[in-house]
């Protein structure tokens, strides 16, 4: 089937679908912060588990990644930079690590957006796959990520 769209603009449609909404399966990310607040993002309902604010900070951390890959650098989040630490839980850091992660999507859903197609055939710097693979990957992760978050405010009755 022939699309009238270039493949990345495609492929940005999905990032955005997952992150902001209109998503198939359900709720995406931002959907599912709408109702937390800096306690419910930093509480632990789930013993071993990563908080709400956690996977936020992982997601963006994540959506960075990729924009570095994409503009040539080889770089692999461990440690902190994987799960950056939460700060002191309030309303105004919630309300900033939420709008960071939004930010740095926005400018990867740009980005993809305007990537030439031939593009998404690149080797990713230091990986043995492609931004292709890369990109659909990090729309699966959102979306993993979304899964969590929502079964996280389940546990805490939201």
């Known amino acids: 089937m022939n699309h ?3 493949e990345s603009a495609l492929i940005a449609d999905q990032l955005r679908r997952a992150f902001e909404g209109d998503a198939w399966h359900g709720p995406a990310l931002l959907e599912l912060l709408q109702d937390a607040d800096a306690a419910s993002a930093a509480a632990k309902p789930v013993r071993a588990a990563h908080s709400i604010w956690e996977l936020v900070l992982h997601i ?8 570095h890959r994409i503009a040539g650098e080889t770089i692999q ?12 839980p309030t309303e105004a850091a919630w309300r900033k690590a939420v709008a960071h992660a939004k930010r740095t999507h926005d400018t990867l859903v740009k980005t993809v957006a305007s990537l ?14 492609d931004f292709y693979h890369l990109l659909h990957g990090v729309a699966q992760h959102e979306l993993y990520h979304a899964g969590q978050i929502a079964i996280l405010k389940k546990a805490q009755g939201l």
């Not at 963006?60 to 924009?67: E, M, P, R, S, V």
């Not at 030439?116 to 796959?129: H, S």
């Open 77 to 88: 989040l461990t440690g902190d930079r994987n799960f950056p630490v939460v700060p002191k």
């Open 116 to 129: 030439p197609e031939p593009r998404l055939r690149d080797r990713v710097p230091g990986k043995k796959y």
């Open 60 to 67: 963006a951390a994540w959506d960075g990644a990729a924009l």
């Open 4 to 6: 009238p769209k270039p």
